[in-house]
């Protein structure tokens, strides 16, 4: 313990020192030197393939694999025409005239010869007619999607004169998604990087401060994104556009964060010593293992997501804790040097005087814990009971998945292809059901499929384009009467693959596009059940490490419990009835949780060691009220700070960032204004001493033995 020690002394020394912090500074510079360009190239390495998102042991990502041994993948786009009165000569002359050109396309994966169409619907005369577009992936994958489906564009046009033009299907739908998705990671960062220069403002109330913090969060992401980047391309590290835009939050999100929780010690410190790097040293040996538990906590909850069955979310994990990991060694290095660097002046116009008072002790924070101490059984159970009224919304909660037509916040060309093709076709005529079977019963495994009331009975066969049978296997295709992506067709794939599992030898397996949500689903409620209780396990077992007690750790787990509980119940109320949105995903409440949780806790570990510190020298119901008047400021800010962070989600046109960025900043404003502040606070008054149980603070109110006890900060200059 004590090497340990004396290794933490000295990397605070070097980050401190007169002259080794010109060396901290310059390491880093070189770092972002090298990693910018390499960061920059991040999107390049993506892989929003379907494999990428879909549980590796899933029967669809079977038939996925499979089904490319008999053509290449492919995302069919679907041209559909619909005029309701039917469909005029000059309609049907202009479709087939479109037909013929899309044939000699061949660009972006689009093979003009396996054009299929027009099919028209089967009234009497007919109303609305389809054209079937396949493109074929490459090497560039779903990249190459869009641009295919603006081809198609510039052929059909956008329609005239009463007759409706959309491109729906799953080339269609994945062309608005990609383009919805253009540009996340500039989105995220400008949206990101506006908030904490506003909250850094308001925070700081200094227009120069605000940049320290800004250049060290930046500089993180580069670097995060740098390492991230050789990881995809190097050593298998799965990363797509959910993960790369989360990535961006939460370096600023956590990175800002540990910032402000230094700086506020750091200001303390100069008050109190003339000389900076001393203030410093102090600073970063009394609050930067709070920042570095509140790290390592973060870290070891994203790492939880590898037990994962969904690969998208089992990729978030080492991509977030990569860089949750690099944000806290920039603002435990690069952040401090810095600050040193500039000196007292970069706080104008409040420069922390030597000598000057302390504000806290009498301001807003301060009056809230004597008055808390007052009443503490009275105020945290009133302050519970309101969060457990909060959490009744759960009720609300719709987390069993989202239709492609609510997955967007607007209404793209897709969508509404996809309702008019609907209205005078099979549903699920642009994503039909995929099916591998054993050649020699694929005729029995045929009649097996065509008999489910589901499916489209006629259009049970092999589909054209596609190989006559490849190792022994043959590929079938099925139309399912209801829409692709409803609970419906799900249920039809449930049923159609416990007919075909028992046709004796057959070996059928069944995939395509409703198979893989219905997959996908199984997969995020499995993962919601297992990575809950790991999380919370993990972060139990570092606040017990921390604080060296079992009491006061139960405590905040449970506190931070209750306010996922109402923050999920809130945002699912304003889902229902403000924003009118029609479910949650599956994985909702998982991400929810693990950010809430993982980043939540950080506020509760920053309270809860200032209060054992200041616990071992005035007693435990006295330092209550210290620690919350010395961080409640601080907290407040980093929660508006880490809110804000996560609202930008909200710029996406997409449910379920939107969800998710909601649900996290109304419960990190909930955590950090009620929870931490007041049903905290009360609870460890009420509970007094007894909360280090069995550490000896519980027995020794006040006068723990040297081991134990903080030093004054004001006479000690050893333990800096």
Known sequence: MRQ???GK???????????????????????????????????????????????????????????????????????????????????????????????????????????????????????????YVPITMGPTGWKRVAPAVDSVRDVVGTGSQGLAVHITGPGGIAADSSKAFAGIDSTLLFAAMAVVIVMLLLTYRSPTLLFVPLIGVVVALFTAQALIYLLARHAGLTVNGQSAGILTVLVFGAGTDY???????????????????????????????????????????????????????????????????????????????LLLLFGRWIFWPAVPHFGSADPSGHGLWARMGRNFARRPRLVWAVTAGVLAVLSLGLFQLRADGISNADSFTDRPDSIVGQ???????????????????????????????????????????????????????????????????????????????????????????????????????NAQAHDNYVVIPVVLAVVLLVLSVLLRALVAPLLLVATVMLSLASALGLSALAFRHVFDYAGEDVAFPLFVFVFLVALGIDYNIFLTTRIREEAAREGTRPAVVTGLATTG???????????????????????????????????????????????????????????????????????????????DPATDRSSG
């Open 9 to 131: 002394r000295y990397a605070i020394r070097f980050v401190c020192g007169r002259r080794t912090k010109w060396v901290v500074v310059a390491v880093w510079l070189v770092v972002l030197v090298l990693a910018a360009p390499l960061g920059s190239k991040l999107s390049d390495a993506q892989d929003n393939d379907a494999q990428s998102w879909l549980p590796g042991s899933a029967e669809s990502t079977q038939v996925l694999s499979l089904s490319e041994k008999f053509r290449p993948e492919q995302a069919p786009a679907v041209v559909v025409y619909a005029r309701p009165g039917g469909l005029t000569p000059a309609d049907r002359q202009r479709i087939v005239g479109d037909a013929a050109e899309l044939r000699t396309l061949h660009d972006h994966g689009i093979r003009g010869a396996a054009v299929q169409g027009p099919v028209y619907d089967r009234a009497a005369a007919p109303r609305a007619a389809e054209i």
């Open 419 to 521: 309702q008019v093709s609907a209205r005078y076709f099979p549903a699920g005529s642009g994503d039909p059901m995929v099916i591998v079977s054993d050649r020699d019963r694929a005729k029995e495994v045929g009649r097996t499929v065509a008999t489910d009331p589901g499916v489209v009975a006629a259009s049970v066969g092999v589909p054209a384009g596609t190989a006559p049978e490849y190792d022994g296997k043959v590929l079938l295709e099925a139309t399912t009467r209801a829409p692709a992506d409803s609970a419906a067709a799900k249920a039809t794939v449930e049923r159609v693959r416990e007919a075909v599992h028992a046709v004796p030898g057959a070996q059928a397996r069944v995939g395509g596009g409703t198979a893989a949500l219905l997959d996908m689903e």
């Open 633 to 711: 400021a601080v907290i407040t800010s980093a929660g508006l700070v880490l809110a804000g962070t996560f609202a930008a989600l909200g710029t996406l046109p997409v449910v379920g960032f939107a969800e998710i960025g909601f649900a996290v900043a109304v419960g990190v404003l909930l955590d950090t204004f009620v929870v931490r502040s007041v049903l905290v606070t009360s609870l460890f008054l009420d509970v007094g001493r007894k909360v280090w149980w069995p550490n000896r603070l519980s027995h020794q109110d006040g006068t723990a033995p040297p081991d134990e006890r903080s030093p």
């Open 259 to 337: 910032a402000l929780l230094l700086v506020a010690r750091y200001r303390e410190e100069l008050r109190r010593h003339e000389d900076r790097h001393e203030a410093m040293e102090l600073a970063m040996n009394r609050a930067g293992p709070a920042v570095l538990a509140s790290g390592a906590t973060v870290v070891l909850s994203m790492l939880v997501l590898l037990v994962a069955e969904m690969n998208s979310t089992r990729g978030l994990g080492p991509v977030a804790a990569i860089g949750v990991s690099v944000a806290l060694a920039a603002m435990l290095t690069l952040f401090p040097a």
């Open 4 to 6: 340990l020690d004396t």
